[in-house]
């Protein structure tokens, strides 16, 4: 009986230690759940017309709800108390978010403020097309 109460209470505290571990991991990420090697991966795909144009039917299909047709963040879904968030054309945003962030925003989402996850609608390679579109349509700073 001992020896069953001992293993739960060691088994209590190693999840609670984990689920601290990921809180603080996810904390300032803005319930992004973001790799720590994110920020350095890079398209694997060359940009061209090509790609460019299959991530703007990714785009129209999939995110124009929310962000807009222009990305402004100003689509009939968004959420008007979150619209500095999605707006995609913030220059001030680009470097927060290079290619590999964008990926997994797009790829895992976030439940707030709301942002659908796209795993299991999209291939690896639309959503790489989809984050060169976006990419495009930031102002110059």
Not at 8 to 29: D, E, I, R, Y
Not at 42 to 69: E, S
Not at 75 to 104: C, I, W
């Amino acid at each position: 009986m001992v020896r069953t109460l001992v293993g739960v209470t060691v088994g209590a505290l190693w999840l609670a230690t984990l689920c601290v571990a990921v809180s603080a991991q996810n904390a300032g990420s803005g319930g992004w759940k973001i790799p720590p090697n994110a920020a350095e991966e890079k398209n694997p795909f060359p940009t061209n017309d090509a790609l460019l144009a299959a991530g703007k039917k990714v785009f129209t299909n999939k995110c124009v709800r929310c962000h807009g047709p222009l990305g402004k963040g100003d689509g009939p879904d968004a959420e008007s108390d979150h619209k500095d968030d999605m707006d995609l054309t913030r220059a001030d945003q680009a470097a927060k978010n290079p290619d590999g962030v964008v990926f997994y925003k797009v790829w895992n989402g976030r439940s707030s403020p709301r942002m659908p996850n796209f795993e299991d609608q999209l291939s690896k390679e639309q959503t790489w097309a989809v984050v060169a579109y976006v990419q495009t349509l930031r102002r110059k700073s």
